[in-house]
């Protein structure tokens, strides 16, 4: 019996400044935004992610907004996550990380 495949996320600038995230954020398809996630960072000035898009996650999802929270303090840049799925919230709050990215 087939299996679906897992959506690869997307990760690209829109007009109104933000990065749109899409897809699924899972443990088989975050390593591909972790090898673009560098385009993120390329700028000057906060960073704002809308996860409006994301079909799913788990909590390899919320580890990629955590690697990207810390890269972002690296660079003394802050990144803020907009419409974040329910289901990260839960994996987040589970975590204890939910402050830690300031989705309060």
């Not at 899972?26 to 994301?54: C, E, K, R, Y």
Request: aromatic content about 4%.
């Amino acid at each position: 019996m087939p299996t679906d495949s897992p959506r690869a996320p997307g990760l690209r600038a829109t007009d109104s400044g933000r990065w749109l995230v899409d897809g699924e954020l899972t443990l088989h398809t975050v390593s591909a935004l972790v090898t673009a996630s560098g385009a993120l960072f390329g700028g000057d000035g906060d960073i704002d992610v809308d996860l409006a898009a994301v079909s799913r996650a788990d909590s390899a999802g919320v580890a990629l907004l955590v690697q990207w929270r810390r890269e972002a303090r690296r660079r003394q840049r802050t990144v803020h996550f907009h419409n974040v799925p329910g289901q990260m919230l839960s994996i987040a709050r589970l975590c204890g990380v939910d402050e830690l990215l300031a989705l309060n």
